[in-house]
């Protein structure tokens, strides 16, 4: 049993405690919105007042926070920083979505301090973070990663070390750059079935048994009707939101400039999402994407 600060409740942290305190463990949870510090003591963690006290004598700390500049001001830059709170005992885990250079950067202070820090992004969505299924991707030593792995494991199935510090959030920006890529192609295919009068359901199983496969065809339709229990059967409600996947497709983006590597379908695809997202679908799942090529 260990003692965990956990800070940030949000869709994905409130359902992380949860699984960690199911584990067995003493969480000390904090969050900005003292809604979410209730609801995590009503999943059984203790409610911490500040974010120092969340952080303070314990064995982990994992935060889940928005973007970079939320974790970069908690850890290293903003006042009562908690990289001058924990202990060099205290193994810092980050599973936001943030930029590999902020994540190294961050790591790079961590050392210099004697403070140990892994980037860990996560796939899933809140479906996964409250099943405890999510995908964990580590960027840290091999020293690091085997003492996050146990931990990690209370939250998610599979847990991946990427590689070195930053590799998780690398490895993230990869993925999602590609989901997106998948989606829009399959909207693309799709779309252009039904203008030539196809039934979707029976055009996705030809292009499930035959080179089209892809995840978003498997498992996440995109057109209402097709498959159940997805967000197009839903109104595109709930799953894994425009806005998210337009910050992912930035992260990919500015990644894709620092390392000189060319995206351009990466960059159509955030180009979609955009166009989207301006005509004020930002709140409703991606696969509704789908939408704009049918207007
Ligand atoms: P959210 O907005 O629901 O939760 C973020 C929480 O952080 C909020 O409760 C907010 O009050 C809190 N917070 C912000 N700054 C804080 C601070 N300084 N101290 C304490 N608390 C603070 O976001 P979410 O959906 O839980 O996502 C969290 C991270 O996980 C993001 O980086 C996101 O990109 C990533 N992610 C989300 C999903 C998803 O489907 N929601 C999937 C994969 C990854």
Known sequence: MATIGFIGLGNMGGPMVANLVKAGHIVKAFDLSPVQVGK??????????????????????????????HVESLLVT??????????????????????????????EVGASKGISFVDAPVSGGVGGAVAGTLAFMVGGTAEQFAKAQPILACMGKNIFHAGESGAGQ?????????????????????????????????LSEIMKQSSGNNWTLQVYNPVPGVMDGVPSAN?????????LMFKDLGLAMELSQQSASPTPMGSQARALFNLHKAKGNGGLDFSSVMRLYQE
């Open 235 to 243: 109104d595109y409600q709930g799953g894994f939101q425009v806005d």
């Open 78 to 107: 903003g006042e009562g920083a908690l990289f001058d709170v924990v202990s060099p005992n205290t193994l810092v885990i980050d599973s936001s979505t943030i930029d590999a250079a902020t994540a190294k950067r961050v790591a």
């Open 40 to 69: 995590a003591i009503d999943d059984g963690a203790q409610g911490a007042q500040s974010a120092q006290e969340a952080a303070t004598d314990v064995d982990f700390l994992v935060s889940m926070l928005p973007a970079g500049k």
């Open 170 to 202: 690398i490895a993230k920006a990869c993925n999602n750059m590609l989901l997106a890529i998948h989606m829009t192609g399959t909207c693309e295919a799709l779309n252009m079935g039904l203008k030539n009068g196809l039934d979707p359901a029976v």
